[in-house]
């Protein structure tokens, strides 16, 4: 019996192996294409880059410089980086205020969070663009303060429910020992909500990271770009597209995602199951 | 704490978020809401007009509207079940004592952190490398399209919504299982009687994402097909972006068939969340 399951057990993991491998296939692809001059690229992708394609490091010059990744590159992680703060800060506060003082302001609070949810962004995606643009948001900062209340959402309801299980106790020793809500927030709760900000963070992060039409409406596109527009950018308007400068913009685009993945793998699958599960 | 101290820091605590809120939410919403029963370019020189704009995407003939709903219909259908299904199976042998199961699922879920223009170029390249044997493309018909998407997709979120019903599959008591074979129930009836009612949770939360994920697809319809040819592969969200900025003075119409998609959404939600949650068991 246990010889039996055994075998079986190699069946599978063969099985799995080979479509791990078809899986990752794809992105293998790219790779071996970006270093190809680029009439060879569209004409026969699958084949190994013999002599006469090989360009070494070509396509990657020269899709940076066409799109300006390495700019692109620096604004998207900035943009990233503080969108996801502030969310982190303003809507942990938000969704600790609304779950200990119940009155009818707090709640209209919450059940527009969870109306926003549901609404697609195209709903908003002109007018959105319009206001930022007349309050003048256009800029690597004043998006944040888009994503700010485009994400606040999610993110409260994320929040919220995590505070409900906080008890009260804690809080109230903290009171009695002198602090303020301030005080009390951060030294005590903050503290206490570490796994629910982890999970919103990746959440938030993977959004932002990727979000191509947000930015490429509301920023402006001629001063600041970031890696999806870099990447749209090189489609243009007309004409075919530089099949050599995308390969190489793709896989830099791809490569920095799939090493802090590898690195943070554990948080971003755990982030990933407690964000679907709560949302 | 009492109320009345909390109170007095309200200030610090809701207006930077509401401020924002209502920047990136509200006001677009209110005022989207308004201008899909106007006629205008910008927002400053909106004319009511009731609501003919709702009216003639209908009427227009070289409007692909009821297209893309349909083309979105079938695509949203084929890829919660292909996504759903094939999710869940992988999700069942990679809970059993299989060697490597850590690293395939590191693998599999993968594709879902890449985002979705990348994803569509990528396939763009694999696709059209396989139909240039056939001197076609993915141009050549939105079947190729249509065919294309849903791989696209496939490779995206299995490995998403696997993670999911993994974390569902591990969640099951153990006793529930052995008391059933000890009970002589074969594994069939173990997966039909036990397990899937225990990881219903789990396959509503699976169907809502697969469903309005497929629904709202954008990058990837872009960056993949672009609408070609001419607007057949075009999905709803991208045939409401073109007709914002692709066509002068349809600015209205574009917003009325926004306010048409966010109401399908809703819908959508809503009734998915009631049917599969009145199938879940209390624990």
Redesign the interface.
Known sequence: MDARKAKHGWVWTIFFSVLSVAWVFPIFLVVMNSFKKKVYISKMPFKLPTEKMFVGFDNYVSGVQKTGLIQAFGWSLFITIFSVAAIILFCSMTAWYITRVKDKVTSTIYYLCLFSMIVPFQMVMFTLSKIANMLKLGNPVGIIVVYLGFGAGLSIFMFTGFCKSIPLEIEEAAMIDGCNPLQTFFRVVMPIMKPTCITVTILQAMWIWNDYLLPSLVLDQKKYKTIPIAVQYLKGGYGSVDMGAMMGVLVIAIIPIIIFYIACQKYIIEGVVAGAVKG | ?S?R???R??P???L??????????????I??VY?SFCEFT??TDAKFVGIKNYIRFWTDPSDVFLHSLWFTALFTIVTVLLINVIGFAVAL??T?????TN????????????????LG???Q??L??IL?NFQRNLKFSEVYGFIGLVILMC?QQIG?MM??YI?GIQNIPGELIEAAKIDGATPKQILKNVTIPMVM?SIT??TF?TLTNSF?L??QN??LTDGDPSKMSEM??LN??NT?YGRNGW?GV??AK??I??LM??AI??IQNYLTRSKEVQQ
């Not at chain 2, 059993?96 to 490597?100: H, P, V």
């Not at chain 2, 699922?105 to 223009?117: K, Y």
């Open positions: 704490m109320n101290t909390m109170k820091y309200a610090i605590f809701l930077p978020t509401m401020v924002a809120f209502t920047i990136g939410f509200i006001a677009p919403f005022l989207g201008l910008t927002v042998a990679l059993k004592k299989i060697r490597g690293l395939f699922r590191t693998v599999f879920f993968m594709p879902n952190l890449i985002g979705g223009l990348v170029y990528i396939w390249l694999l059209n490398g240039y490779w998403y993670i999911i974390s949770p939360i699976c994402l709202k954008f990058d872009l960056a709803l969200a409401i972006y914002f600015e574009g917003q926004a306010v998609f966010f959404v809703a939600a809503l």
